[in-house]
């Protein structure tokens, strides 16, 4: 059963057609890579699962639901957890209680004026263990606008966690690292694959063909070839969209 | 005689409108450029109209008058661009309020201290008192004329300004993309603070003009402050040609809610009340006018910014 | 660097500290002869109230409202109209009338707030703005309660077995009322609702992709400060028996968002901190300087530069 189905999906700014009747999968516990050069759509592709920005046409699916038109917080309580290439996390707090307002999200009511967050230690005990399973469990005092930028990335992915999501939506999680914070990202996410469905945009290929168990190329807002790495790699048309871009040989 | 008293009307929101513009057009490239809410805008209005009438008096006449008090305003303008707005454009907006407001109270108390509580008086110049008959029946006041036809000026300068010269490039550039007003070298700075004394001197025209008109007395500055925020908001804040087509239209429907809704109302309802609520309900239509705006287009009618 | 989890022991001292100075503060005056500052200091409680609210607001939440004097007059002129209208009766009663002036202020805000919240930034302020405006021409327009020369109480509101017409005993009322809305705000920041504010604030779109719907939690903030500032309105019109169009103006709210940045942006003392220096520094300055409200622009300034976190923040190194 798929975790994420959108099919037909359209877009277009002015005469410009950035999304063009597109389909496209995500099965339960498989993590589905997206490549495509610049300008590709990937972006526009994202608002709109994620619900920043309404499609003209089509259909998603999500879990079970059609959430075309569905505002983006609703989706995010359906476990549709997205995390930002340009890391959007809080600054003013602390480590943990990033993590600790992110599980707020989907445990409860939060129009709770009087009890202290504080005293609530399901959510501090939940919010540690995410903070273990990302590596950052030594710096959860630390306010999260003193962090480098590695360890941002991982708290971004951290929150994208602390929801229980269903659907790990992960724009460019490599954005800016350098070879070594990539590597430690990328046994992160290996470790995470399997629990969710993982749909993973990401420009950098030896990542890409190491985690994905499929990999769908973006192209002009259509999907020009979908399939296994090995599959994707002897694509002649994909060899040809990437013409010049040595990442992929 | 009712397209007479339309025609009167028309003008007289022009007049207006186009005075907001000269306050708005300086706002809103602050505001657009450097980030900053300047609450002390409204006092360099004040400022020049007390200078223009003091000036006036002093040079015995009206032109001289108005000319040093442009000048003397700009100079005020850059001063305090240089000694306390320029290390407020990178603090947040609150910061900004709370600067400025301080500066409006050292303005005010300042003017009541050299100028006295009293307002000053500041009449129409002689050559200007008359009135010109535009069309037969319509006759219409030199002095407002003259507004519009300075108003209109000086918007077409600005165009030119804005749209024709490498200072207007850098400004336009600075509006709508503010990183890269920024990463454009040492001489932005000079930019800013020449951009500065040129929206001071249109606040002093401005005041200058709207002197005689209205009342110079301390707090003018605060009343016309919220309407040229009004225009700044409905334009598009960094556009100057929002600002414009704002100011007009605030202008006009400012001007038409004084003159016809109370007489609108008054058919309907009993002249005592129509009286009392007339005035109010022309001093909201603006409001109104903005909400409608923003619900319609939620960046202004020009946004500078993508 | 770390920052502190918990509240340190020492910092829950001088709260109560305070309070008893509160608490002693009419005799104190007595002693001296200076008993013209109990309404004084009456008045300064109900502007840190208006302030905290609108705190709430600014500081926790990050909506800059330019227009939260609406609530205040709106709760001032709730309790003159009924006192206009049905005085003598029960509708006098503090009990009713209060509460009353609450929820004025809490439905005009659920519809301003319905409205101007869908904006964000400077048009979030400037459509507060317009909306308070308008309010205010409503009531200067409405000459059968006083246009704009405003309308007398003429007594206070009534409470079973209390004076209020006493201002010592009209202090103590606003300081009870006063102290429960601190320690309401207070606990609001530290449990959920306030996280969220100040995730608001911090990301509000990372916030909806967790999952919060953020237009209804702001929304529910404003109603809260729409109800304390009606509160405050009620309390200032007993105070002065007098209540005018002026409350509404755009300058009354310009002034209490002074009060809040000057005392501290989203701190719980903020409000009053803000609301004491101002009030103090207007009663105290012009028996020194005849234009003193020079030397009151230049403290300012001179709180922007030296002490950015306002004078709240002075006092957490």
Redesign the interface.
């Known amino acids: 059963m798929s975790m994420l189905e959108i099919s037909g999906l359209k877009k277009l700014f002015g005469g410009l057609v950035v999304t063009d009747n597109l389909d496209l999968s995500v099965a339960e516990g498989e993590l589905h890579a997206l490549i495509g050069p610049n300008g590709a759509g990937k972006t526009t592709l994202i608002a709109q699962i994620s619900g920043s920005l309404a499609p003209d046409d089509g259909r998603i699916v999500f879990a079970g639901h059609e959430i075309t038109r569905w505002p983006a917080y609703r989706r995010a309580q359906l476990g549709l957890s997205r995390s930002f290439q340009i890391t959007s996390i809080f600054p003013s707090f602390t480590v943990l209680d990033n993590v600790a307002l992110a599980i707020q999200a989907r445990s409860g009511s939060s129009f709770r004026f009087w009890q202290p967050v504080k005293a609530e230690s399901a959510l501090y005990e939940a919010a540690l263990e995410i903070l273990a399973r990302t590596g950052l469990d030594a710096l959860g005092e630390n306010p999260a606008a003193a962090l480098g930028h590695g360890e941002h990335r991982q708290l971004e992915l951290a929150l994208a966690l602390a929801t229980q999501p269903k659907l790990l939506l992960l724009d460019e999680p490599m954005a800016g690292l350098g070879a070594e914070d990539s590597q430690r990202m990328v046994e992160l996410i290996e470790r995470l694959k399997s629990q969710y469905a993982i749909l993973l945009v990401e420009h950098d290929m030896d990542a890409v063909f190491r985690l994905a168990d499929r990999i769908s190329v973006l192209m002009s807002g259509r999907i020009i070839a979908s399939g296994s790495g090995e599959a994707i790699r002897s694509n002649a048309e994909v060899k040809l969209a990437y013409l010049g871009e040595e990442e992929i040989a | 005689m009712s397209g007479l008293l339309f025609a009167e009307q028309c003008l007289n929101g022009l007049q207006f409108g186009l005075m907001l513009f000269l306050l708005a057009a300086g706002l809103t490239l602050v505001f657009g450029i450097m980030d900053l809410i300047n609450l002390a805008h409204g006092s360099l209005y004040m400022l020049g109209a007390y200078l223009a009438a003091t000036l006036t008096q002093v040079t015995g006449s009206f032109l001289p008058g108005v000319a040093l008090a442009l000048l003397a305003t700009a100079l005020v303008g850059m001063l305090l661009e240089w000694s306390v707005l320029r290390h407020l454009y990178r603090r947040d907006h609150l910061s900004q309020v709370l600067a400025t407001f301080a500066l409006i109270l050292i303005a005010n108390e300042a003017t009541r201290a050299i100028w006295g509580v009293q307002p000053l008086s500041f009449n129409v110049p002689a050559a200007l008192s008359g009135s010109v008959e535009l069309l037969p029946g319509l006759s219409y006041s030199a002095f407002r004329l003259t507004i519009i036809a300075v108003g209109l000026l000086v918007a077409a300068l600005l165009y030119l300004l804005i749209g024709r010269t490498r200072i207007g490039m850098l400004v336009r550039a600075g509006a709508s993309n503010r990183a890269m007003a920024t990463a454009m070298g040492t001489n932005i700075q000079r930019l800013f603070t020449v951009l500065f004394g040129v929206g001071a001197a249109l606040c002093a025209l401005a005041g200058a003009m709207l002197g005689p008109l209205l009342a110079v007395q301390v707090g003018m500055g605060e009343n016309i402050l919220i309407l040229a925020f009004v225009v700044v908001v409905i334009g598009g804040i960094g556009s100057v040609r929002g600002a414009f087509v704002g100011a007009l239209l605030v202008g006009v429907v400012d001007t038409f809610g004084r003159a016809f809704v109370p007489l609108t109302l008054r058919q309907f309802l009993p002249p005592a009340l129509a009286d009392a609520a007339g005035p109010s309900l022309a001093a909201i239509s603006i409001y109104i006018l903005m909400i409608l705006v923003l619900l319609w287009k939620p960046q202004g009618l020009f946004p500078s910014r993508a | ?3 502190p ?2 509240y340190s022991r020492g910092l829950a001292y001088w709260p109560l500290a305070l309070l008893a100075l509160a608490l002693l503060l009419p005799q104190l005056l007595g002693m001296f002869g200076f008993d013209f500052y109990v309404s004084f200091a009456t008045r300064i409680m109900i502007m840190a109230l208006l302030a905290s609210s609108l705190n709430l607001l ?1 500081g926790t939440g990050g909506m ?1 409202s330019l227009g939260h004097a609406a609530f205040f007059g709106a709760g001032a002129y709730t309790v003159a109209i009924l006192a206009r209208e049905w005085g003598g009766t029960p509708a006098t009663s503090a009990l009713l009338s209060w509460p009353l002036a609450m929820l004025v202020g809490a439905l005009l805000a659920a519809f301003i707030g319905a ?1 101007c919240l ?2 964000k930034g ?2 979030f302020i ?2 507060t ?3 308070a ?2 309010l205010f ?2 009531f ?4 059968s309660y006083g ?1 704009d020369d405003g309308m007398s109480l003429t007594q206070r509101s009534t409470l079973p077995g209390i004076d209020l017409g006493a201002d010592v005993v009209f202090y103590y009322v606003v300081l009870a009322l006063f102290a429960v809305a601190l320690l ?1 705000l207070g ?2 920041d ?4 306030g ?2 504010l ?2 608001i ?3 509000e ?10 237009f209804r ?1 702001k929304l ?1 903030a404003f109603i809260l400060a729409g109800a304390m500032a009606g509160l405050a309105g009620a309390l200032m019109g007993n105070l002065n028996n007098f209540v005018s169009p002026n409350m509404m103006h ?2 009354q709210s ?1 002034v209490v ?2 009060m809040v ?2 005392g501290g ?1 989203g701190r719980l003392w903020g409000g009053l901190a803000g609301a004491a220096a101002m009030l103090l520094l207007e009663e105290i300055l012009p028996n020194f300087l ?5 030397l ?6 001179a ?3 030296f002490a ?1 976190r306002g004078l709240a923040g002075i006092f957490r190194a």
């Open positions: 660097m770390t920052m989890t918990g600014v800059v409205i869908r904006t400077v048009y400037m459509s703005l317009a909306f405006q308008m021409y409503v200067l327009s409405l000459k246009g309401l606990r609001l530290r449990a959920r609702f996280k969220v100040r995730g604030k911090d990301n779109l990372r916030m909806e992709s967790l999952g919060f719907a953020v939690f529910v755009w300058e310009g968002l002074v940045i000057l942006l005849p234009h003193w409200q020079i009151l622009g230049v403290i300012l300034l709180v922007v530069f950015p």
